[in-house]
């Protein structure tokens, strides 16, 4: 009798062991838009564990960093090619632990541990309304699978509430006011890697979670809500661009630059047309590429000089050429300007919202005129100037890792801005069936 029960329970955990491994086998997909920010976190954490390589010893005297960085790089490729709600939960919540530890351990300076709870509870907040996001969803579908989840008509009363839930969780992520505190202050105390990885990929989650959950499963809520999303956005693009303005920390200034580029792509996704969807997705990967070289320009100066303050600095085009030259084009990159990559996204969104809403267009473009004063007041007072000897102690200019970090970022973003068909042609067919779709369930 009792070799019986064994039996029967063995032979239940074999069962119930199977129908586990199909259902996670069966819950990963890939197609272009999963596969661009599959590249896009490859490349960013391969740059990262080479610019831990180019620190004296760094190998050797870094290897939790490096764990961190690997464990990180897999949340997210899994989170971005898996087709279930659930499992999408679950590594847009894991993803949480190794930056933790990132910020916590290795971040540069005392205030870490209070940036490090600001990013946590924050990030954790939104992430309790995207679980009751989920409940609702498996209680009115009883499936997570997007796929099913994409054929499923809800009521308008169902579909707002929803997309409450789930636009507060992917806001926070983004972030967007005024929810965008966290940002900054992880940005200030995460070392080097640990911003180039939040602004490049983390911010990406958000965007990406609109696209995937809320536009296609939520579609009339997402139209009903487009006026007050914009305003919060247009709100959002402002008062970080001003607030940005009058930043001295170096950090500072490309975080709240961050939060207006990625407020624009919420916009760009919201206005539920093919352009602002291919628009919003290719700016995604440029503010990607921009910023990670910008954060990445940053450590840099910061390994050699000791400070982030925008005080110190002046003249260093005298010192240090090769470094201002890269720190020119990346700042034209992150205004916008023509051949760059992230003047293809913004030009694209802004053509979306000429039919959706042309006050929107006219206060978003407002975002353009801030950048390049806040863009170039930054860059004017590191390069141009009087040389401060007495802040200023190191005279050498980017070592050959440094080099080939910023140069294979210099590429891709003339590469992109040159040729943005090389984005376009993989995205459209996954844009197209999307916006279908919207217009089948509208």
């Known amino acids: 009798m009792i070799e019986k029960k064994i039996f029967i329970l063995f032979n239940n955990l074999s069962n119930f062991s199977l129908d586990l491994t199909n259902y996670l086998i069966y819950s990963y997909s890939l197609d272009g838009l999963s596969l661009l920010f599959i590249i896009l976190t490859l490349l960013l954490s391969f740059l990262c564990i080479l610019d831990v390589w180019s620190i004296n010893n760094g190998f050797i005297n870094n290897q939790g960093l490096i764990i961190?960085?690997?464990?990180?790089?897999?949340?997210l490729i899994l989170a971005?090619?898996?087709i279930d709600l659930l499992i999408f939960y679950i590594y847009f919540e894991s993803v949480l632990i190794p930056m933790f530890l990132i910020i916590g351990i290795w971040g540069s300076r005392e205030r870490k541990i209070r940036a490090d709870f600001y990013f946590f509870i924050y990030t954790l907040f939104g992430s309790i309304f995207l679980?009751?996001?989920i409940f609702l969803l498996f209680f009115e579908t009883h499936s997570t699978k997007f796929f099913i989840l994409y054929g499923v008509f809800l009521s308008f009363e169902k579909e707002c509430l929803i997309w409450i839930f789930g636009f507060i969780a992917f806001s926070v992520k983004i972030p967007m006011f005024p929810f965008h505190i966290w940002l900054p202050e992880a940005h200030v105390e995460a070392p080097t890697?640990?911003?180039v990885i939040l602004a490049?990929?983390?911010?990406?989650?958000?965007g990406y979670g609109c696209i995937r959950i809320i536009l296609p499963i939520l579609p009339n809520a997402s139209y009903y809500f487009f006026p007050i999303l914009s305003i919060f956005c247009v709100i959002s693009?402002?008062?970080?661009?001003i607030t940005t303005?009058?930043?001295v920390d170096l950090k500072r200034i490309i975080a709240y630059s961050s939060v207006a580029h990625m407020n624009v792509v919420l916009i760009g996704i919201f206005t539920c047309n093919i352009y602002g969807l291919q628009g919003s997705i290719y700016l995604m990967i440029a503010h990607g590429i921009v910023s990670g070289a910008l954060f990445f320009i940053i450590g840099m100066l910061y390994r050699k000089h000791g400070t982030r303050l925008l005080a110190y600095y002046g003249g260093l085009v005298h010192t240090m050429p090769v470094f201002s030259f890269y720190l020119f084009v990346f700042c034209l990159a992150n205004v916008g300007t023509p051949g760059t990559c992230n003047f293809i996204g913004e030009l694209i969104v802004f053509v979306s919202l000429i039919e959706k809403n042309f006050f929107i267009l006219l206060l978003s473009i407002i975002s353009v005129i801030l950048s390049v004063i806040y863009t170039m007041w930054?860059?004017?007072r590191i390069i141009f100037g009087n040389i401060k000897f007495r802040y200023i102690q190191s005279w050498t200019d980017l070592s050959k890792k440094e080099n080939w970090i910023l140069r294979g970022l210099l590429l891709l973003t003339i590469f992109l801005g040159i040729w943005p068909n090389k984005i376009f042609d993989v995205t459209s067919l996954e844009s197209f069936y999307l916006i279908e779709l919207i217009k089948f369930k509208l």
């Open 193 to 195: 890697v640990g911003s």
């Open 237 to 241: 693009i402002i008062y970080a661009s």
């Open 131 to 133: 679980f009751f996001c």
């Open 378 to 380: 930054f860059f004017n």
């Open 68 to 75: 961190c960085l690997l464990f990180l790089c897999l949340f």
């Open 245 to 247: 303005i009058r930043q």
């Open 200 to 206: 490049g990929l983390l911010l990406k989650l958000g």
């Open 80 to 82: 971005f090619s898996t």
